[in-house]
């Protein structure tokens, strides 16, 4: 879980199939409005206290190397940072707790410790916990599995009934320890009462490992250094069932009840869980996105630091209720940053309040506009290789230049009408921004497999040369197009490595213009 989503910037030029400012194309700019420019030069900053909060330390930290023992039997390495006092023993009376990480990242350790000091100096207890078969903790890894679930509700309650402690416990991590800071809360230890997770999931299946029932390639190295195992186990469930429930959030959303402030970005790859948790849970969940790559904001642009995670303790472990909240559910940035977009919104629903649906329609021309045009058929080869397509294994579709400013702000849907010459066929559908000079930058993407298009728990066949109806939902963002730019839609066989190229070769037929595919966006006023 440590790669990370790369902007993909490259130049096109113009082809008879790409051509974007033909003729119906500025339709979608008639429907956006009036010309102008509303991109700030200077991108809002976060002026919220919940940002700026911090207090002095009062301690220094001791550290202890612990065996936290589990109800098998067996025992996790862990290390625990206590408060101490001037003589370098732990500090008299007892302190809420965190458990700064739950990681099967070991080597990791030493910096997760710094990093816990600063919550220890300010009356904090942290526990770093080696997850079952990482580091000196017997076993074997199994990501976010029950085992290692029960494993983490265990070291949740051990740390509650350590004398140095309060019963008051919560806890945190950044991607690995994202996601089980997720998964231990809806198994609801009694004693956990709020968590923080960052670039975290809402299901490992559908996520990470088979995006729209296709395996997703960018995961293999990490599962043959941190867990080798699941590379035979996972290639054994392609479908979703009993193993993959057990280790989702989306399945037990109605057990996602403690305060919990998620840190997503929007050059996350795990950025769709995290919204997904946010709308399924909005009444337990405050959002902060971020124009951040997978990993630490602290360390990246526009990057927080860890006076808003102390609030959050303060408020909900230290019972401090003056410590702030977030001034809204969702604080996010509006990306490109630096760049067109204008910097940090606060927003008290997710879209946006002011947000919209856009249709446009994929058309004979190549142009992407709200009129239909007339009825067609365009068609592409399938790449079975791990190449970018090439022009005959993609369509391309595109808006004319935008009189205005355009902000994508929430998911999009490709409805697209489509028949396959083999027996089953991958539809990935990236979105572009395409600037004058013709360079595009990928702002999102989505994909689905045909035999997955009524859901993931069973097959659904294909029969080539069949015409079917395909919905394929692409990923959220916050995203300024600046006037005089275009959005550009690629549908392509393959998006490597976001997914493999899994299925036969063969031909793909898409319906266009009248009765055929369209592009749902979600937009706001700029």
């Known amino acids: 879980m440590k790669a990370i989503e790369t902007m993909e910037t490259t130049v096109i030029t113009p082809s008879r199939r790409t051509l974007l400012a033909l003729a119906g194309a500025g339709a979608v700019t008639a429907a956006l409005g009036p010309a102008g420019h509303a991109a700030a030069a200077n991108p809002a900053p976060l002026t919220d206290p919940f940002f700026s909060y911090d207090r002095p330390a009062r301690y220094g930290v001791v550290r202890e190397d612990v065996k936290v023992p589990l109800r098998d039997g067996s025992h996790l390495a862990a290390q625990l940072y206590r408060p101490a006092d001037a003589d370098g023993k732990p500090a008299t009376g007892r302190f809420p707790g965190i458990v700064y990480e739950f990681t099967a990242y070991a080597a990791n350790l030493e910096g997760f410790g710094d990093a816990a000091g600063y919550f ?4 904090y207890n942290a526990l770093v916990c080696q997850a079952r078969g ?32 309060t019963a008051d416990i919560g806890q945190m991590g950044v991607s690995y320890g994202g996601h ?13 009462k709020a968590i923080i997770p960052t670039n975290a999931l809402h299901d490992w299946y559908e996520n990470t490992i088979y995006r729209g029932g296709i395996y997703s390639p960018r995961i293999r190295d990490w599962q043959w250094s941190t867990a080798p195992a699941t590379l035979q186990t996972y290639a054994a469930h392609p479908l979703y069932d009993d193993f993959w429930r057990g280790r989702s959030v989306m399945t037990r959303w109605d057990r996602l009840t403690v305060p919990t402030l998620e840190i997503n970005g929007w050059y996350d790859r795990y950025r769709d869980g995290m919204v997904k948790n946010f709308l399924a849970r909005p009444e337990h969940v405050w959002l902060v996105s971020g124009p951040w790559d997978h990993g630490d904001p602290a360390t990246q642009y526009a990057g927080i630091g860890p006076g808003a995670y102390l609030a959050w303790w303060d408020r909900w472990l230290g019972g401090d209720r003056h410590a702030p909240l977030p001034a809204a559910r969702i604080t996010s940035y509006e990306i490109p940053g630096p760049g067109a977009g204008t910097g940090w919104h606060q927003f008290d629903q997710w879209p946006p309040h002011d947000g919209h649906s856009l249709t446009l329609a994929l058309r004979r021309d190549g142009s992407l506009a709200t009129a239909h045009g007339s009825t067609g058929d365009a068609a592409f080869e399938v790449n079975t290789g791990t190449g970018a397509p090439s022009d005959g294994q993609q369509l391309l579709f595109s808006t004319a230049e935008l009189k205005r400013d355009v902000v994508l702000a929430g ?3 490709l409805s697209v009408r489509v028949a396959f010459s083999a027996s089953d066929g991958n539809i990935a559908a990236v979105l572009y921004d395409v600037s004058p000079d013709g360079t595009r930058t990928r702002i999102t993407a989505g994909w689905l497999k045909a035999s997955h298009r009524h859901g993931h728990t069973e ?25 005089g730019h275009r959005l550009a839609l690629r549908v392509s066989s393959d998006d490597y ?4 190229s899994d299925v036969p070769a063969g031909r793909v037929t898409v319906a266009v213009g009248a009765r055929g595919s369209t592009l749902r966006l979600t937009v706001r006023n700029p």
Do not use: K, M
Request: hydrophobic share 35%; aromatic share 8%; net charge negative.
């Open 120 to 123: 220890v100096r300010r009356g």
């Open 180 to 192: 089980t800071s997720l998964l231990v809360a809806v198994n609801r230890p009694p004693h956990l």
């Open 459 to 483: 097959l659904a066949p294909v029969t080539p040369g069949t015409h079917y109806d395909l919905s394929v939902h692409i990923w959220p963002t916050h995203y300024r197009i600046a006037a």
């Open 134 to 165: 990482s580091g000196a903790s017997p076993g074997t890894v199994d990501p976010f599995s029950p085992q290692e679930q029960r494993d983490n509700y265990d070291a949740i309650e051990w740390l509650a009934r350590h004398p140095g402690c």
């Open 497 to 500: 490595p976001e997914i493999d």
């Open 411 to 413: 998911d999009a849907t």
